[in-house]
């Protein structure tokens, strides 16, 4: 849900830390003996809006930014141990949380149809199209590491509006004589 960061506790943003952040740097911690013996890879999983940010979502956008910057340095760290590490970073995927936040708002209708036209291929993406960006990253990627995956649609893409009538500064004018 929207949260403007004097809403957000210190307790809240650590809370969502040790899930984003330390629960995904616990796990990779405890794998790595494995993974080095194995040369296997790593596959974190992001969110677009930890590179392109996002409005009332301070805590998440900076736990999520901050699993892509950890990608890319132990990418660097493990790439002599033969360990590739790349994340994937999903935008508007249509998955049950995706849901409940669309039934919690005023309008779920038009929730649901702003999330969907972000994309310009015009849907959400599903949950199979996540995993297959993973099935492609942890087979057939083998020349990849330290890459961020957006799964996305195109959101990031483009030029458009990105703030309100309400936060509106001073708007330029034509001269009087031009139509």
Known sequence: PAQLPEETSAQGFRQLLEVN???????????????RKSRGNIINISSLVGAIGQSQALTYVATKGAVTAMTKA???DESRHGVRV???????IWTPLWEELAASTSDP??????????QP????GQPA???AAAVFLASEAAFCTGLELLVTGGAELGYGRKASKSSLGEVPTLPPNVH
């Open 74 to 76: 132990l990418a660097l």
């Open 21 to 35: 952040l330390l629960g995904t740097y616990t796990l990779i911690k405890l794998a790595l003996p494995h993974l």
């Open 109 to 118: 209708r038009a929730t649901i149809l702003e999330g969907t036209l972000a």
């Open 121 to 124: 291929l015009g849907r959400m």
């Open 86 to 92: 790349n994340c994937i970073s999903p935008g508007n």
């Open 129 to 131: 199209e996540v995993a």
